[in-house]
C-alpha cells in the first residue's frame, strides 16, 4: 500500500500529511488530525453527523474519500469561531435548548450554518429541507428549528444579538429556563464522547460475530490471528475467569458465546490490535466450527411443545410471564351492553441513538479495571463485572463517558466485559467502536407485541371488563424482558379505572435479535392497544372520545389494574388542558374528518411538499453573511 | 470498510482513460463516491479491498456543460446540486430541480452526479426517469489506439438491469445529452418512507408544454420509476395527450392508462395505485409549473380509484 | 374524493415514575465551596435529557448560588455514590430530590455557623443567588464571605443524603401491589394529513399536555417532550426492525427509516402541574410519558381522515394504501358516501 500524500487547508491552517489511500476525509480529521468534533454515526451517509464544508459546499465526510478534499479548504465545527466564542448559530442551539444529547448537533449546526449561508433570508420550510440529511433522535427537531430561525434573525439584525444570552432570572431557578449548561462544549464539537477519546499505547477492539442465528460452537482456533503482527490479544469466552453472565434481570448472556450462538451478530471472540486495520484483517484469520441448530423466530411458534429451545434453563422458552387478576371478568363481560374484541401489533423498533457503543478499559496502577463507556447503568455493570472477572467491587471501576443517546439502548452490557478482558491481557488501554451496522445487530431493540384485546363497556361508557393478552418476542437473551413484561401488565389497561380486569404479559426467547429496555419500557406497547380500543368504542356508542375518556378515568381514591389506591391523579386536567390547546370539536370518532372545523390553524404547520427553494431566484451564488 | 492500495485523481481525460484501462482486474472508477463507500459495509459487500480507485471529478473535460442544437450535455462531473444552484440549468431541464430536491438531501446533491446514479442502474434511482423524459443519452468515451473514441447510447438501452448496464470495460462516462426543455413544465413525484434522504418504492417524472392558447397539450414527456428494471417512458399515455384538450378527465384517463405499464415483481399492486396517482399529479404539477400564464385544468376532480 | 384528507384523533396515558415494583434509591454530597460555589457529586447523570442542568438548577436554589457556580462530579463508581441507573424516568425524581437533601445538609452546616457568627436565630437566614441575609435584619454577605467564615470558624459545609422511592414488588397471582409512588398522565391530539394517491401520512399537529409534577426547567421539559413525540411518530409511522430467519434485513440507515426534518409536526406543549405530595421537589418525569400517546392519537387521527383502522405499526405507506383499497372494495362508492 502506498502512503498518499496531502495537502489541504483546514480550519484556516495548511496541513500536509501523508496517509493511507483508503482514508475517508472523516477518519483523517478524527484520527491523523484529532479533529473529533465530526462524528462518525453511521459511516454510510445517511445521518449526517460527520458534515464539514469542503471549498464552501457541505459534505457528508464519511463519503468522501480524503483525496477528494486535496487543495481544498476544510471547515469543521471546530472552525467555525474561535476558542472560547460561540457563532450566532451555536449561541442559538444554546439559547433554546436544541442539544440534548449532543452527538448529532456539529453535524446539525455545520448544516444549520450552510443553510443561512446559502440563504440568509431562508423561510423555515427551506431551512428543514436543508436540515433534511441530520438525523437528530433527541430534540424532535422543533428546538432546532426554533434555533436556526432565531440566528437567523440575530445575523439579519432582526433581533438583538442579547437575546441569544440567558434569561433573568426571577425568585427562583426552580421553573427556570437555565440554559443547558453541557451546551456550549456540544455546539462546539469539544465535548468527547468514547470514541472520541484516545490514550497512549491504545489498541483497537474488533469483534468477530455469529453468522447463525442458532449453531452449536464446535471450535475456535485463534493460534493464526494471535501470531499475526501487531495482533496483541485475541479472546473468546475461555479468558473469562469469573462466572460469565450478564443480564438486567437474569444473567443468561455470556461475554462472548459460549458453546453455542443464538443470535445473527452475537460476539464469539475479539481482537485487539494495534490498528483497527490489523484488528479486522485478523478476524478472518479466526476459524469457527458450527453445527447449525433449527431456529426459532417467532413468539408463538416458540411456545408450541417441541420447538426449539433457546435457552437450557427454559424449556418452554419463557423468560416471564407477568399475570395481573382484579374482580370478575366473566360478572364484568355479562354486564356489558357492548362487547369488542380485537387484536393490535407493534414492531422492533431499534432506538438509533446516533452514537453507537463504544469504549475503554484500562488497568489502571491499583489494579482497577476501569471500563469507560456510554453506559447507562454502570452500577449495575460494575456489579456484573466483577463476578465476570472475579474481583472485588473496588477494583472494578465504570466511568459513563457522555452519552449520544440511550433511550433504554446503553443499560445492556453487551460489550464492556470484552473490553475489560483484553485490557486484562495485554495490560494496555483498549478502545472498541462499534460500526452503524454492528449497533444494529448487536443492541437490543424495543419488544414487538401481539395483543389480543377484549374490552366490555356499558352503554354510557363505563368499561365493565378487560381481558389484554400481550405476548413479545424477546429475542435470544433476558435482557430487560421481565421488566417490560411486568411494566407492560401493570399499565396495560391504560389510565382507566376497570373493575374487573385479566392481564397476561409474556416475553419468550427465539434466535432473533433481543429486545429489551426502550423508552416506555412495554408502556407504549399496551397503551397502544388501549387507546385504539377506546376510540373503536367511542365509535360503536357515539361517544366524544375524550368523554369516553373521562367516564373511565383514574381519580384520586381509585384502586389501579395492581389495586394500589392513588393519592393523586391528574388525568382530568390533563383531559381538559387537552381539548382546550387543540381546540376540539366534540363528536363521535366516526372518520368525520371532513367535515370537522378545528382543522389547520396557526398551531398546525403546512404539509411538506418539498422544494422551498426552486421558485426563488438564485441565491447559490448571491448574497453571504456570517452565519 | 472499504481499502485499496492506490487512490489516482487524473486531472485529463487521456490520462484517466490510460489509467482505467491499465488497472489492475478489481479496480473502480469512482465519482461522488457516494454509493461506493456505503456498498462496502457490512450487509452489504462487507469489507472490500480495491487494488486501484480512479477519481474521475478532476477531469476538466467531464465537467460543466453546454447546450448544442437543441440538446444540453452535462459533463459527467455535474452533481445534483447543480440543478437547483443553477438558474440556466433550472430553465433548459425543468423536471431537474424537483427530482433533485427529493433526491438525497443537500450534502449528498453536492458531491453525487447523475452520471453515477445512471452507472448504478439501481431500478429506484430517482435520476433515471427524467433523463428518460428528457431523451437522455449516455456518452460512452474509450481509448482506441491512444485516440478518445466516443459512442452514445439512449438511456434506456443504456441501463440493462439491476445494476447491469452497457458501459464496457475500457469505457467510462463522459457525458449525459439532454433535450433543452426550455419554457416546459416539470414535475417529479417520489414516494418512500419518509420525504427526505430515502430510496424511493416508486416515483414519477413529467414534462408538459401547452400550445398558445393554453387549452391543449401541445407535447408532454412521461417516465416512472421504480416499476421496473428499467425506467419506463409512458409512450403510449404521451400520445393519446398529445394535442388533447387540457382537462381533469383526460389526465385521469391518461393515468388509468400509464397504470396497465406497471410491471414490477415486488410491492406490484401497491406500485400501480400509487402509479395512477402519481401520473395525474405529475401533469397536473408540471402544468403549474410550466413558466408564463397559470394553465387552467378545466373539468371537474374524478373520484380517484383507490 | 380529494387527494389529501386530514383527520384528528386523540390518545391517552399513564406512567410510573422511578424503578419499577421495587425499592428506588439514589445517592448524592454537596459541598458549599470557596468563592461561594459548589460541588455536587451524584452516580449517574447526563445521557442528553438535561438532568446536569436541572441538578445546577435544585442545588443552586437550595444553597442560594447561582446554577453556573456549581460543578456536578459524576458517573464514577470509584468517585460518586450510588445513584443507580439513568433510565425509568427516575432521574429528576431521584437524583434531583436526592441532590436537594445534600445540598439543603450543606446549607443547614453553613447556616448554622452563620447563624451563630451574627448571633441570630437560623431561621431567619435565607439564601439566593449568591448572597446570605438574616429576615428583619441589614445582616448580609456574600455567599464567598459566609463559605469564608464557616471555615474560618473551623466547619467545611458539607452534606449528604439518600432519596427512596418506595415501590413494592406485584403478587405473582393477582399482580397486585403498589409498584410506584408517584405517577403521571399525559394526553395527546394529533392532527393528521393522508396522502390518498401515496398513502403517506403528514402528522401536521401534535397538542402534548403531560403532568410533570412541577417543571424544574420549563425549556427542558418540552424537549423531552418534542423528543418523545417524534420517536413515536417514528414507531406509528416508519421505523421497523427486520429480520428474516433471523438475519435483520435493515443493516443502516438507509433501510431503518428514521424521522428527519421535514417529518415534523409542530409540536404544541401544555405542562400540568401536579406535585408529588413524597418528595422535596415535587417534579415526577417526563423522559418515557412523552412518548406513550402519540401512536395512538395518529392512528385514531388516520382512522378519523380516511376512514382506515391501523392495528398493526407501522402504519406504512403500502399498508394505508392497501387498507384503502380494501375498504374500497368493501364499499363500492369510494372512501366515504356522499363522495368528496
Known amino acids: 500500500m502506498s502512503k498518499l500524500k496531502i495537502e489541504l487547508e483546514v480550519n484556516q491552517r495548511k496541513v500536509v500529511r501523508e496517509t493511507e489511500p483508503q482514508k475517508r476525509l472523516l477518519d483523517f480529521l478524527r484520527e491523523d488530525l484529532n479533529l473529533t468534533g465530526a462524528k462518525e454515526g453511521c459511516g454510510a451517509g445517511e445521518c449526517g453527523t460527520c458534515s464539514v464544508f469542503v471549498d464552501g459546499k457541505l459534505v457528508k465526510s464519511c463519503l468522501m474519500p480524503v483525496a477528494k478534499a486535496s487543495g481544498c479548504k476544510v471547515e469543521t465545527i471546530e472552525g467555525l469561531a474561535e476558542p472560547g466564542q460561540l457563532t450566532p448559530v451555536q449561541k442559538a442551539f444554546h439559547k433554546t435548548g436544541a442539544s440534548q444529547c449532543g452527538y448529532c448537533i456539529p453535524g446539525m449546526v455545520m448544516a444549520a450554518t450552510s443553510a443561512l449561508r446559502a440563504n440568509p433570508d431562508a423561510g423555515i420550510e427551506e431551512i428543514k429541507e436543508r436540515l433534511g440529511g441530520n438525523i437528530c433522535r433527541c430534540t424532535g427537531y422543533t428546538k432546532i428549528f426554533e434555533a436556526v430561525e432565531m440566528a437567523r434573525a440575530v445575523i439579519a439584525g432582526d433581533m438583538a444579538p442579547a437575546e441569544l444570552e440567558e434569561d433573568a432570572v426571577g425568585a427562583s431557578y426552580i421553573g427556570a429556563n437555565v440554559r443547558r449548561l453541557d451546551a456550549p462544549s456540544k455546539v462546539s464539537g469539544r465535548l468527547k464522547y468514547a470514541a472520541d477519546m484516545r490514550m497512549p499505547d491504545m489498541l483497537q477492539m474488533q469483534v468477530l460475530r455469529s453468522p447463525h442465528a442458532h449453531a452449536k460452537i464446535l471450535s475456535i482456533d485463534t493460534s493464526e490471528a494471535e501470531a499475526m503482527e501487531g495482533v496483541a490479544c485475541v479472546i473468546t469466552s475461555r479468558d473469562v475467569p469469573g462466572q460469565d453472565g450478564f443480564g438486567v434481570f437474569v444473567h443468561d448472556q455470556p461475554i462472548m458465546a459460549r458453546g453455542k450462538v ?17 484488528a479486522r484483517r485478523a478476524l478472518s484469520k479466526i476459524r469457527v466450527e458450527y453445527q447449525e441448530l433449527p431456529g426459532i423466530f417467532d413468539p408463538q411458534e416458540a411456545m408450541e411443545p417441541g420447538a426449539p429451545v433457546v435457552h437450557d434453563y427454559a424449556p418452554g422458552n419463557v423468560v416471564k ?39 475503554i478499559a484500562y488497568v489502571d496502577p491499583d489494579d482497577v479495571v476501569v471500563v469507560i463507556s456510554p453506559s447507562q447503568n454502570i452500577t449495575h455493570h460494575r456489579h456484573m463485572l466483577s463476578h465476570i472477572i472475579d474481583k472485588p467491587i473496588n477494583k472494578v471501576r465504570f466511568i459513563m463517558s457522555p452519552v449520544g443517546g440511550g433511550f433504554g439502548g446503553k443499560e445492556d452490557m453487551i460489550y464492556q466485559g470484552m473490553l475489560a478482558l483484553a485490557a486484562m491481557k495485554t495490560h494496555r488501554p483498549v478502545q472498541l467502536n462499534f460500526t452503524r451496522e454492528e449497533s444494529l445487530i448487536a443492541s437490543a431493540k424495543r419488544h414487538p407485541s401481539l395483543v389480543h384485546y377484549k374490552m366490555g363497556l356499558t352503554k354510557d361508557g363505563r368499561i365493565t371488563a378487560i381481558e389484554f393478552n400481550m405476548l413479545s418476542d424477546g429475542g435470544a437473551y433476558g435482557m430487560s424482558s421481565e421488566g417490560v413484561m411486568r411494566k407492560a401488565a401493570i399499565l396495560s ?35 397502544f392497544a388501549t387507546e385504539s380500543m377506546m376510540d373503536m368504542a367511542a365509535e360503536a356508542l357515539g361517544m366524544d372520545p375524550f368523554e369516553i375518556r373521562r367516564v373511565n378515568m383514574m381519580k384520586i381514591g381509585s384502586r389501579t389494574h395492581t389495586q394500589q389506591e392513588l393519592t393523586t391523579a391528574s388525568l382530568d386536567r390533563v383531559l381538559d388542558a387537552a381539548e382546550k390547546a387543540s381546540r376540539w370539536e366534540t363528536g363521535a370518532p366516526v ?3 371532513s367535515q370537522r372545523g378545528d382543522l389547520g390553524g396557526p398551531d398546525t404547520r403546512a404539509p411538506c411538499t418539498l422544494g422551498a427553494r426552486i421558485n426563488q431566484p438564485d441565491v447559490a451564488a448571491g448574497k453571504e453573511k456570517v452565519a | 470498510m472499504l481499502t485499496c492500495d492506490t487512490y489516482h485523481m487524473p486531472t485529463g481525460l487521456t490520462e484517466a482513460l490510460t489509467l482505467w484501462s491499465e488497472a489492475p482486474a478489481g479496480s473502480r472508477l469512482v465519482s461522488g463516491a457516494t454509493d461506493i463507500l456505503p456498498w462496502a459495509r457490512e450487509g452489504r459487500a462487507g469489507d472490500v479491498h480495491l487494488p486501484a480507485m480512479i477519481d474521475v471529478t478532476r477531469v476538466p473535460e467531464m465537467s460543466g456543460y453546454r447546450v448544442e442544437g437543441g440538446r444540453v450535455r452535462l459533463g459527467a462531473n455535474t452533481v445534483y446540486q447543480d440543478f437547483l444552484s443553477k438558474d440556466d440549468l433550472r430553465r433548459f431541464l425543468p423536471c431537474m430541480p424537483y427530482c433533485a430536491i427529493w433526491f438525497a438531501d443537500d450534502q449528498i446533491r453536492e458531491v453525487a452526479t447523475l452520471a453515477g446514479n445512471l452507472v448504478n442502474a439501481s431500478p429506484v434511482a430517482d435520476g433515471t426517469p427524467p433523463v428518460a423524459a428528457l431523451n437522455g443519452e449516455v456518452e460512452l468515451t474509450r481509448l482506441a489506439d491512444g485516440k478518445l473514441a466516443r459512442r452514445l447510447v439512449p438511456v434506456g438501452d443504456f441501463i440493462l438491469g439491476p445494476g447491469k448496464t452497457d458501459l464496457a470495460e475500457d469505457e467510462i462516462v463522459t457525458a449525459v445529452i439532454l433535450d433543452d426543455a426550455t419554457g416546459y413544465g416539470g414535475s417529479f413525484q417520489k414516494v418512500g418512507q419518509r420525504r427526505s434522504l430515502v430510496i424511493s418504492v416508486a416515483c414519477c417524472a413529467a414534462l408538459v408544454k401547452t400550445d398558445a392558447s393554453g387549452t391543449k397539450f401541445e407535447d408532454l414527456r412521461l417516465a416512472l420509476g421504480g416499476v421496473g428494471p428499467r425506467p419506463i417512458r409512458l409512450t403510449e399515455v404521451e400520445e393519446a395527450l398529445r394535442g388533447a384538450e387540457i382537462s381533469h378527465g383526460a389526465i385521469a384517463k391518461a393515468a388509468d392508462l400509464a397504470a396497465s405499464k406497471v410491471a414490477s415483481r415486488s410491492r406490484k399492486e401497491y406500485r400501480r395505485d400509487v402509479v395512477v396517482g402519481f401520473v395525474r399529479a405529475a401533469i397536473e404539477e408540471a402544468l403549474g409549473n410550466q413558466p408564463g400564464a397559470p394553465v387552467e385544468i378545466r373539468g371537474a376532480g374524478e373520484t380517484a380509484d383507490v | 374524493m380529494d387527494r389529501k384528507l386530514r383527520g384528528r384523533g386523540v390518545a391517552a396515558s399513564w406512567y410510573g415514575i422511578a424503578r419499577t415494583a421495587t425499592i ?3 445517592g448524592a454530597w454537596a459541598e458549599l465551596d470557596d468563592g461561594g460555589t459548589a460541588k455536587i457529586v451524584t452516580g449517574v447523570t447526563e445521557i442528553g435529557e438535561g438532568i446536569l442542568t436541572l441538578l445546577a438548577q435544585v442545588a443552586a436554589d437550595e444553597l442560594g448560588i447561582k446554577p453556573s457556580q456549581v460543578t456536578i462530579g459524576d458517573n464514577d463508581t470509584a468517585r460518586s455514590p450510588e445513584a443507580a441507573h439513568a433510565g ?3 432521574q429528576t425524581y431521584m437524583i434531583g430530590n436526592s441532590v436537594a437533601l445534600a445540598s439543603r445538609e450543606a446549607k443547614k452546616a453553613l447556616f448554622e455557623q452563620i447563624a451563630d457568627h451574627w448571633g441570630v436565630e437560623i431561621d431567619t437566614l435565607r439564601s439566593f443567588d449568591g448572597e446570605v441575609w438574616a429576615e428583619g435584619t441589614n445582616l448580609r454577605m456574600s455567599m ?65 399536555v403531560h403532568d410533570v409534577g412541577r417543571a424544574i426547567n420549563p425549556r427542558g421539559v418540552e424537549g423531552q417532550i418534542e423528543g418523545g413525540v417524534v420517536q413515536g411518530l417514528g414507531q406509528a409511522l416508519m421505523e421497523d ?9 435493515t443493516h443502516g440507515f438507509a433501510k431503518y427509516i428514521l424521522p428527519t426534518s421535514l417529518d415534523i409536526p409542530q409540536i404544541n406543549c401544555t405542562i400540568v402541574e401536579d406535585p408529588d405530595p413524597l418528595s422535596p421537589l415535587g417534579a415526577k418525569g417526563i423522559g418515557e410519558p412523552a412518548l406513550v400517546p402519540t401512536a395512538p392519537a395518529i392512528m385514531n387521527a388516520i382512522y378519523d381522515a380516511i376512514g382506515v383502522r391501523m392495528k398493526s405499526l407501522p402504519a406504512t405507506p403500502e399498508k394505508i394504501l392497501s387498507a384503502l383499497r380494501e375498504r374500497g372494495a368493501n364499499q363500492e362508492s369510494g372512501i366515504r358516501q356522499g363522495g368528496a
Open chain 1, 321 to 359: 410471564h407477568i399475570p395481573v387478576r382484579k374482580g370478575d371478568t366473566a360478572a364484568g363481560f355479562a354486564a356489558a351492553d357492548l362487547v369488542l374484541e380485537d387484536d393490535f401489533s407493534t414492531q422492533q423498533v431499534e432506538h438509533a441513538y446516533l452514537e453507537p457503543e463504544a469504549g
Open chain 1, 262 to 278: 443464538r443470535h445473527v451478530g452475537e460476539a464469539v471472540a475479539a481482537v485487539a490490535a494495534e490498528d483497527l486495520l490489523t
Open chain 3, 24 to 26: 428506588d434509591r439514589a
Open chain 1, 493 to 527: 389497561c391504560g389510565p382507566y379505572e376497570v373493575e374487573n380486569l385479566k392481564v397476561d404479559t409474556t416475553a419468550v426467547y427465539t434466535n432473533n435479535t433481543p429486545s429489551g429496555a426502550f423508552r416506555t419500557f412495554g408502556g407504549m406497547q399496551a397503551q
Open chain 3, 241 to 249: 426492525y427486520r429480520t428474516e430467519k433471523g438475519h435483520t434485513t
Open chain 3, 88 to 90: 425509568a424516568t427516575r
Open chain 1, 591 to 593: 372518520s368525520r374528518g
Open chain 3, 144 to 208: 464567598e464571605e459566609a463559605v469564608a467564615t464557616c471555615k474560618a470558624r473551623g466547619v467545611v459545609p458539607v452534606g449528604s443524603a439518600s432519596f427512596t422511592a418506595h415501590g413494592t414488588g406485584l403478587d405473582p397471582v393477582d399482580g397486585s401491589g403498589s409498584p410506584w409512588q408517584a405517577y403521571v398522565f399525559g394526553t395527546q391530539v394529533a392532527e393528521v394529513e393522508v396522502d390518498t394517491y401515496t398513502g403517506e401520512v403528514q402528522v401536521l399537529g401534535i397538542w402534548a
